[in-house]
């Protein structure tokens, strides 16, 4: 079946502008995450949702950054006022269930502040 | 609070030849889950295995092989008869088993060159 599916793969914006990120997870999947990914280092967490519920924000860096998943299924991730320290790779993934089930990732939104 | 260390950041080997990466996790919890993801150069990430606290066999799958020991924190991951296909960046992660966190925390990765 279809895996984890992120648009758009690429996102070259302006500092000062907002950036939509956007996920759709694999289908019957309850969780879904946010992880950001700088060049040469792993993944680190964002914030994750059971459902629609947004269950744990703490890695969310400051309140530029914010997420929702209004009917428990696409997630979209959105930046305001971007700054080139935001530039990195987003990565999506999601579970079956939210009991630390397998996470599978998608191919990611390279994003790129100038 | 939860910490994943992989000491080689780069490793290079001809064809043919074995490899271990190594992975030392950190955690003050008893019961979590560890994992092994690939990073090829297309850049997805691609889950490999899940290995939970409480099961320290080891495990087999082809030409890969994983061996968990709790006495040390280890989570090594050896790949047999290497082939060019696996060059790639190789992360080790821990998840804590709810009602933790439901995070996964990643090592920095291994870039993984495998010459022909």
Redesign the interface.
């Known amino acids: 079946g279809a895996g984890v599916s992120q648009s758009p793969r690429y996102k070259v914006t302006k500092r000062g502008q907002d950036v939509a990120l956007r996920c759709d997870p694999i289908s019957g999947h309850v ?1 879904l ?1 946010w ?1 950001r990914q700088a060049l ?6 964002l914030t ?1 949702f059971n459902y629609e519920a947004q ?2 924000k703490s ?1 969310l860096p400051n309140d530029r950054f914010s997420a929702e998943r209004p009917e428990g299924s696409i997630s979209t991730l959105t930046i305001q006022r971007t700054e080139q320290r935001d530039s990195a ?1 987003y ?1 999506c ?1 999601s579970s079956l269930e ?3 089930d ?7 939104t390279r994003l790129t502040v100038l | 609070a939860q910490k ?1 260390t992989q000491a080689q950041t780069e490793i290079s080997v001809v064809e043919k030849e074995d490899v271990t990466l190594d992975c030392v996790y950190e955690t003050r919890d008893t019961t979590y ?1 560890l ?1 092994w ?1 690939k990073q090829p150069p297309s ?5 490999l295995i ?1 290995r939970n606290s409480f099961d320290e066999q080891n495990e087999i799958s082809g030409r890969y092989s994983w061996n968990f020991q709790k006495s040390t924190s280890s989570f090594n991951f050896t790949i047999t008869a290497s082939q060019v296909v696996d060059s790639a960046v190789y ?1 080790c ?1 821990l ?4 009602p933790g ?9 291994t870039r993984l060159t495998i010459n022909p």
């Open positions: 969780s995450y992880y040469g280092q792993g993944p680190e967490f994750y269950q744990d890695g790779m990565r993934a939210g009991q630390a397998t996470q599978y990732f998608g191919p990611g | 994943v889950y994992f993801y850049g997805e990430l691609v889950f899940r992360f992660a998840s804590i088993i709810p966190a439901q995070k996964l925390v990643f090592g920095q990765g």
